[in-house]
């Protein structure tokens, strides 16, 4: 009997490893194959990013659009308190950011925020869509940073003129009180 449980054990081991490998890849069929086989649809690995996770931080439409449609937790989050949508929002996936959006993912949350991610790596476009989506352009991560501070530190034009079009504080403060002089 200890083999048969051993042998058990080997094959949900590699179906986990074959599920989260699919995943990274962006492999909607075999996904869909081993969910259809009774995997689940918000597996983790490791760090705790789910299929989503790991399929929207790397841009894999398809596979974000399947596991939406299949209802994975789309607000789920990592050990390190990402979503989906701020790993698509800070590799700059503006289809991956949309269907996420489209599909219920929240533009607002404590730390972090997408809209904060996209203005720290200069996705224009994904921050005019989390703007559009309401998302809060003065919101606050764990230190004080907002899409603005991040924005302008990292030399991102465009993404400053946006945010202060849409009503940014140019006077808030990083923890430390330091203020940042923001001019267009």
Known sequence: MLFGATLSQAVIAATYDDLINSAKLGDTRDVAQMIKRGASIDTTDIEGNTLL?????DGHEDLVDYLIKQRAKVNARNSAGDTALRLAA??????????????????NMSGWTPLIYAAFNGHLDIA????K?????????????????????GGHIDVVKLLLANRA?????????KRHSISP
Not at 90 to 107: C, D, S
Request: no cysteine.
């Open 128 to 131: 005019k869509l989390l703007v």
């Open 169 to 177: 504080d140019p006077n808030k403060a990083v923890e430390s009180g």
């Open 53 to 57: 996770m790991l399929a929207a931080r």
């Open 133 to 153: 989506s309401g998302a809060d352009v003065n919101a606050t991560s764990e230190n004080g940073s907002t899409a603005l501070i991040v924005a302008a530190k």
């Open 90 to 107: 800070f590799r700059g996936h503006l289809k991956v950011a949309e269907l996420l959006i489209a599909g219920g993912a929240n533009v």
